[in-house]
């Protein structure tokens, strides 16, 4: 829901008696209703949400912001929120658990029947970042030597509690999985038919502890309405759902977008952080790469004779080094995110190398075409000569720490996205100058 659409619905919350919005908490999707009700204060917010039904509340409270579902946790009595916390989903139940203080789960867990409280306990003990983070126990289960009729009968039974029904999960007496069938296939096959003879084997999982940018891959590419999570021995712990896949690939984006930029530990979304914690996202990096751009000056003091006896060398320095930062920064960009897709891999590196090798000289020669003629009216023939050279260089150097820089941070499992374009055009920046002024020294000093 837009912003402004958001904010017209919160006016009518707050404006309407409580039939209207009881009528329009049971008409509304719960995702545009917990839109509106972020734009309200938690106390007032709560205050409306409880004229919904508990099911209803479930609902809208699961696509809430989890900064403020903290807040309105706060305000809400603690058998409401229990009852709140049973009707959500497993998977949203969790993290909500996560975000809660100590003082908040010691009076929560009491109101929970033990079977919450040991489901919560157990899938809030996986580390996070991985699938077994994210995952919901919420799925439907089918036994091999059932036959449709039984099985569509089962899943008729557990279709209220479960995440999805679209796809049931065949386990044998040990709880291992041994595949997967459709509701589709159940429906149209004749009824004595078994489970075993219409599941497909080769089901594709997950090991709870796997990279959780893993799981939101395999559902991308098998696409799939959900995938099974199993332990070491083959269990069906879970399942991960594609809409909890999708937040994972739209969180993962968000965070490579922030370091790319560097901004790092930024944990609220930019409409709600404050101005520390701003501050503190983006001031150490800029700060190191203060420091950093010091070299480039020092570079152009050790080349202060050179640049006194060529003054026309100044007028193309900032063309020359924004080109290698620029072209570094494309390297960069296309390498980040071939490795965060899964498009090349780190072994890939010296095929890759060759092949942007070949593309940078290429991009260097008809950059340094273009800027030659405006040296020949700007300096001569010999400072035409110096820039067209430097211009090769310096972007192919450039590229090439575009290109290899990913590589080697994913090579000391440091995130690739951490190759970013200030920090790619720092390090082309010094060493630009480096490039350019050594070239103009030696060509400018020959007799």
């Known amino acids: 829901m837009g912003e402004s659409k958001a904010s017209e619905l919160s006016s009518l919350f707050l404006q309407d008696d409580l039939q209207e919005n009881s009528t329009r908490l049971a008409s509304g999707h719960p995702a545009d209703i917990a839109a509106a009700l972020q734009e309200i204060k938690p106390a007032p917010a709560w205050s409306i949400l409880k004229e919904a039904t508990r099911l209803r509340q479930a609902d809208i409270f699961g696509y809430l912001d989890a900064g403020f579902q903290l807040r309105l946790a706060a305000v809400i009595p603690r058998a409401d929120l229990a009852a709140i916390f049973v009707e959500m989903d497993a998977d949203d139940r969790t993290d909500l658990y996560k975000h809660l203080s100590d003082q908040q789960r010691e009076a929560l867990m009491p109101a929970l029947a033990h079977a919450e409280r040991e489901d919560i306990r157990q899938l809030a003990a996986y580390e996070e970042g991985t699938a077994g983070a994210i995952m919901t126990s919420d799925y439907a289960s089918l036994s091999p030597q059932l036959n449709a009729t039984q099985a569509i009968e089962v899943l008729r039974r557990e279709a209220p509690n479960k995440e999805t029904i679209y796809r049931a999960y065949v386990l044998d007496t040990g709880r291992q999985l041994v595949g997967s069938v ?181 991009l260097g020669l008809s950059m340094a075409a273009a800027i030659a003629v405006i040296g020949v009216f700007r300096g001569g023939r010999d400072i035409a000569i110096v820039i067209a050279l430097s211009m090769i260089v310096i972007v192919t150097v450039g590229s090439m720490i575009g290109m290899l820089l990913p590589f080697i941070l994913s090579r000391f499992r440091m995130d690739p996205a951490t190759a970013s374009t200030p920090l790619v055009t720092s390090i082309a920046d010094a060493t630009g100058v480096l490039i350019y002024f050594s070239i103009a020294k030696a060509l400018l000093s020959l007799p």
């Open 182 to 362: 459709r509701l589709q296939d159940l429906i149209t096959a004749p009824a004595s038919v078994r489970v075993a003879d219409l599941m497909e084997r080769n089901t594709h999982a997950i090991r709870v502890n796997d990279d959780v940018e893993d799981a939101a891959r395999k559902i991308a590419r098998y696409d799939v309405i959900a995938l099974p999570v199993i332990d070491a021995q083959e269990r069906l712990v879970g399942i991960i759902t594609h809409d909890d896949a999708l937040d994972v690939m739209e969180a993962e984006a968000t965070e490579d977008f922030q370091r790319i930029g560097t901004v790092t530990n930024l944990d609220s979304s930019v409409a709600t952080a404050t101005v520390p914690m701003l501050y503190r996202a983006r001031i150490a990096w800029l700060m190191l790469l203060v420091f950093g751009n010091i070299f480039s000056g020092a570079g152009i003091a050790h080349f202060e004779d050179t640049i006194a006896a060529h003054l026309a060398l100044m007028f193309f320095l900032p063309i020359l080094i924004a080109s290698g930062g620029n072209a570094g920064s494309q390297s960069a960009t296309l390498m980040v995110r071939a490795l965060a897709t899964g498009d090349i891999r780190i072994s890939d590196w010296g095929r890759v190398l060759g092949r942007e090798l070949v593309v940078a000289i290429l």
